[in-house]
Each structure stands twice: as C-alpha cells, then as structure tokens.
C-alpha cells in the first residue's frame, strides 16, 4: 500500500518515525521526503510455539513454597506483585532498592517485556524510565500508544548489580511470576523487548537478530499470544543504525494490533 504524503496523518507518522529515531531539529531544504514509501504488510500468524515448561523446583520463597506455587495462588495483578515481593528466590533481590513490578495500563492489548531494571528503575521503581526507557517511550508514541495503552515489565524484578546481563538461572527463577504475569494481564499482544527477554519467553538460544521481525505463538497456560521481539532501546541508543528495523517491527506490532 502507497503511503499518501499530503494526509497530515501520515505526515504526522513519519514526524513520530523521526522522533523516535532522536532527531529533534529541522534543517531547511531537505530532498526526497515526500518520495512514495511502502507500509509493511501484517505478518502472518506464525506456527505456536511449544510451551514455556514452567520450573517447578527452582527457587524457594519463606515457608518451602516454590516459585511456580506462589506465582500458581496469585488470582489478580495485585496479589502477583506481593507475591513478587516477598519471593526471595532471586539474588538480586538483596542489592537492589525496590522490586520493580510494572508500569501502565494492565487493560491494553500490548504487554512489553523488556530484561531487568536499571540504576533508575531501580530508584523508582518503575520499569524504563531510564536513558533506554525515554527511547522506549519514543517507539510506543511513534504507533501511536504510551503508558496509557501499553503494559510494561521485565523478565526479572530486581536490578542485577552493575547493571550486568542476569545469567539463564537468575532468568528461570523469576519465570512463573513473569508467564502468571502474562495470564493475568492476557494482552493481545507480547513484545520481548531485547535478547535476554526473547530468549527466555521464546526459550530458544537464538539472538534478537534473528528473532526480531518474526511471530510466534507464546502458549501460557494453555492460551496462545501472539508475541515477538523488538531490539531493546539501550541496543539501539549504541546502535542507532538499527532503528529503521526497529521502525518496522514496530509497524508490524501496530498492524498486528489492529488486524481484526
Ligand atoms: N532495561 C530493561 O530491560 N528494563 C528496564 O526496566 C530498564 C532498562
């Protein structure tokens, strides 16, 4: 499909594309803006992907309950984040200064999961409000949505110290809070945000190079989510060459958001 150029809608779109890409200055006299440009077409529904086992015997909370149980007995968001918080089967938990949770609107149809707080998160306790996070917040308004009508976590819950990557079992532990997560919010839509977050929800060993751009079905107890992987900000801001696949990933996730 053609973009039409003179609709101030689209012109409004690309100005968001431009936005995200951290351009924030007009030079005068520039060429080829209005040259025609194609919209990417919605994906097709992609084969579902096994089921995420989730681990039963992993880590251990106060009394012997295991991670799957408490995350098992959570029957609403909030019960999930006090049983987030008292969980203490994640060594990060010790250094850190809150649990990190979640930020948004728990009632939109897009999830986005991203890897583990930062030194800011950390501080307020909100996931992505960080250097990463800004750009993040730039992605999401260049489709149109914010914190209003998107839901964000991360795969851990508590800042790693040095803000070092979490290893496959610092993961893993954390894993029944994030998959009861995904069940209780029940989006229409997953995004792993970053290698380490597709990794673990798509539990492949492949990189986000490879995973970005496609879909896969993500079964969480027994429901299947559409879901996909977009680079994460922090990769993009020392990458930002990378943006333009980001621009269309997020394209398709806002097709996919629309498609009926
Ligand atoms: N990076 C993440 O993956 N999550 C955050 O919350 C912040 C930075």
């Known amino acids: 499909m053609a973009l039409d150029l003179n609709d101030p809608a ?4 690309y100005l968001a594309w431009y936005l995200m890409a951290g351009v924030d200055e007009a030079i005068d006299g520039p060429v080829g803006r209005r040259q025609p440009a194609t919209l990417p077409t919605v994906p097709a529904p992609a084969m579902p992907a096994p089921a995420m086992p ?25 019960e999930l984040r006090a049983a987030v918080e008292r969980f203490e089967g994640c060594a990060f938990k010790a250094a850190a200064t809150t649990t990190v949770f979640a930020d948004g609107n728990p009632a939109a149809p897009l999830m986005l999961i991203g890897e583990a707080p930062g030194r800011e998160e950390d501080l307020e ?3 992505f409000v960080g ?37 496959d079992d610092e993961v893993l532990a954390c894993q ?25 929800l798509f539990r ?14 993500l079964v969480v107890e027994g429901h299947t989510y559409p879901a996909t992987a977009l680079f994460h900000p922090a990769y ?25």
Not at 10 to 13: A, D, M
């Open 236 to 260: 993009l801001l020392r990458s930002p060459q990378h943006k333009r696949e980001a621009w269309r990933d997020l394209l398709a996730i806002r097709a996919r958001l629309e498609a009926p």
């Open 125 to 127: 306790g909100l996931p």
């Open 131 to 167: 250097r990463s996070g800004q750009l993040l917040d730039r992605m999401l308004a260049a489709i149109g949505r914010d914190r209003g009508s998107a839901y964000i976590t991360n795969v851990i819950f508590w800042r790693p110290p040095e803000n070092r990557s979490p290893s």
């Open 10 to 13: 689209t012109l409004r779109w």
């Open 176 to 200: 029944p809070f994030v998959l009861r997560h995904i069940a209780l919010v029940n989006p229409q839509v997953v995004v792993a945000v970053g290698g380490i977050a597709a990794k673990a």
């Open 54 to 78: 989730v681990p039963t015997d992993r880590a251990v909370a106060p009394g012997g309950t295991t991670a799957a149980e408490m995350a098992a007995a959570c029957r609403t968001l909030d």
């Open 204 to 217: 492949t060993t492949q990189g986000i190079t490879r995973l970005r751009g496609q879909w896969q079905g």
